[in-house]
T-cell receptor, first 114, second 109 residues
């Protein structure tokens, strides 16, 4: 199947700093990418949908100025957690779509803010 | 009403039994349906996809779709302890994918 690479897999950062997470589709062009966060023992929660070349669409309750999403090309989307706080600690997962295909997930990023 | 609903479980079955996982969805025009398996701390992985009414079999897994009833299920035959995981139902309507809360399955040796 198609491959989506997410980097880094784990990151620890200090409170107040920013962290960038990359999501790359390695062998297909992803017209749409989704960003999710997941708390322990909970389901995926959609944060935002990004389409290549346009602004991301954020779900209700997700601060767009805190979670910056850039989908600059058909193979790369980035999520930047700005001014991170301990409550932002979570598992972040991206998934990528090409039209009429399944969603392929990245490996996930475990963010810990100390 | 939640868009995609699953029984959160936990569902416990003995090794070798059939595990039955159920999912209902609210959007009648949904086109694509997926089952993902997620081990603790890992990213979800696709188990099955189904697009038309009826059954679709792949090894020990069978997905069943009934669009009239807005119902999709996953059967796991000859369950193994390695099948113990959370199973997520996902429903897609034109690249707008929504997930259920997941059902935690435990297969006891």
């Amino acid at each position: 199947g198609a491959v989506v690479s997410q980097h880094p897999s784990r990151v620890i950062c200090k409170s107040g700093t920013s962290v960038k997470i990359e999501c790359r589709s390695l062998d297909f062009q992803a017209t749409t990418m989704f960003w999710y966060r997941q708390f322990p023992k909970k389901s995926l929660m959609l944060m935002a949908t990004s389409n290549e070349g346009s602004k991301a669409t954020y779900e209700q309750g997700v601060e767009k100025d805190k979670f910056l999403i850039n989908h600059a090309s058909l193979t790369l989307s980035t999520l930047t957690v700005t001014s991170a706080h301990p409550e932002d600690s979570s598992f972040y997962i991206c998934s990528a779509f090409s039209k009429n295909t399944e969603a392929f997930f990245g490996q996930g990023t475990r963010l810990t803010v100390v | 009403q939640k868009e995609v609903e699953q029984n959160s479980g936990p569902l416990s079955v003995p090794e070798g039994a059939i595990a039955s996982l159920n999912c209902t969805y609210s959007d009648r025009v949904s086109q694509s349906f997926f089952w993902y398996r997620q081990y603790s701390g890992k990213s979800p992985e696709l188990i099955m996809s189904i697009y038309s009414n009826g059954d679709k079999e792949d090894g020990r897994f069978t997905a069943q779709l009934n669009k009239a009833s807005q119902y999709v299920s996953l059967l796991i035959r000859d369950s193994q302890p390695s099948d113990s995981a959370t199973y997520l139902c996902a429903v897609d309507n034109n690249n707008d994918m929504r997930f259920g809360a997941g059902t935690r399955l435990t297969v006891k040796p």
